[in-house]
């Protein structure tokens, strides 16, 4: 069995620029949710994706966006770099929405200049 | 939304001692987990526990649903369990709300 895995662990970017993380979930589950978690802070939620729909948001503005596949791996898409976007990205997978335990990946960090 | 927190925010302890780590949340809730988070960040599942008690060798946990609590139980510390400590609970919204965390030492 599989955990879910992230890639790139860790990258840097200039604000304005875009960039994809990826996350794929670990075996027999069919749902991924992600996380931002700023330093010294717990984990946000951003959003949810099960079946390959967004089901469900958290109060981050639309320059965030997602995708899942049919395999049930996820990427997470930010627009427009802003400095305050520098933060660890946490993917996590679960067998069900709303009642799944939550599996976290190693985390994607992302640093903003 | 559903409000977590986490108490105390740091907690200093020499090793071997024992230490409750809690959680109260606003709401009731389907689904509550710790975690433990180790240096690089990974969030090591620790507990799945709506409700009721479950142990694991030296750690603990009891969530008492209808209060709005759960409490993470460590003994005997070791300078391994050094780190952040969530609590994140989840109304059924398909959306786990974090704690603040507590922050652990222990200190050989």
């Known amino acids: 069995e599989t955990g879910v895995t992230q890639s790139p662990t860790h990258l840097i970017k200039t604000r304005g620029q875009q960039v994809t993380l990826r996350c794929s979930s670990q075996?027999?589950?069919?749902?991924v949710s992600w996380y931002q978690q700023a330093l010294g802070q717990g984990p946000q939620f951003i959003f949810q994706?099960?079946?390959?729909?967004?089901?469900g948001r958290g109060n981050f503005p639309p320059r965030f966006s997602g995708l899942q596949f049919p395999n049930y791996s996820s990427e997470l898409n930010v627009n427009a770099l802003e400095l305050d976007d520098s933060a660890l990205y946490l993917c996590?997978?679960?067998?069900?929405?709303?009642?799944?335990?939550?599996?976290f990946g190693e985390g994607s960090r992302l640093t903003v200049l | 939304g559903i409000q977590v927190e986490q108490s105390p925010p740091d907690l200093i302890l020499q090793e071997g001692a024992n230490s409750t780590l809690r959680c109260n949340f606003s709401?009731?809730?389907?689904?509550l987990q710790w975690f433990h988070q180790n240096p690089w960040g990974q969030l090591i599942n620790l507990f799945y526990?709506?409700?009721g008690t479950k142990q694991n060798g030296r750690l603990s946990a009891t969530t008492v649903a209808t209060e709005r609590y759960s409490l993470l139980y460590i003994s005997s510390s070791q300078t391994t369990d050094s780190g952040v400590y969530f609590c994140?609970?989840?109304?059924?919204?398909?959306?786990?709300?974090f704690g603040d965390g507590t922050t652990l030492t222990v200190k050989p």
């Open positions: 526990i709506p409700s």
């Open positions: 994706y099960y079946r390959e729909e967004e089901n």
């Open positions: 996590a997978s679960s067998f069900d929405r709303g009642t799944g335990e939550l599996f």
């Open positions: 709401d009731s809730v389907n689904n």
């Open positions: 075996s027999g589950h069919n749902t």
């Open positions: 994140a609970v989840d109304p059924n919204a398909g959306k786990s709300t």
